[in-house]
């Protein structure tokens, strides 16, 4: 039901990235795909829907200069994940591009999977 409303295709990240609560510092799962307007979380609990939060994001070392990437995204679904065990939860995010253009634009294209 949210596939189709989707404008960009995702991208699905090579490098499993934490994801915490920038406020609080809990840990809320492992970014797997981004796009410039939002992004998929998997985690191991449910995430609540329709909740504003500041996400940071753990950067891998060695492609950026800074250690994390930290914006503002919509929670706008969660459902179980592939696996069972995990739930998955799409964030809508539409100023992540004008936080950092650099860090969303190399996540994109150079942490991703080409298909």
Known sequence: MHEETRAQKRKNIIYQLEVHDYETGVFLGWLVDLTTKGL????????????????????????????????????????????????????????LEAVNPE??????????FND
């Open 40 to 95: 998929k979380l998997v985690s191991e609990h449910p995430l609540e829907v329709n909740r504003i939060r500041r996400l940071k994001i753990t950067l891998p070392p060695g492609y950026f200069m800074q250690q994390e990437f930290c914006f503002e995204a919509k929670s706008m679904w969660c459902t179980k994940d592939v696996n069972p065990d995990y739930y998955a939860t799409g964030f809508f995010a539409p100023n």
């Open 103 to 112: 860090i969303a634009r190399n996540l994109i294209n150079h942490l991703s």
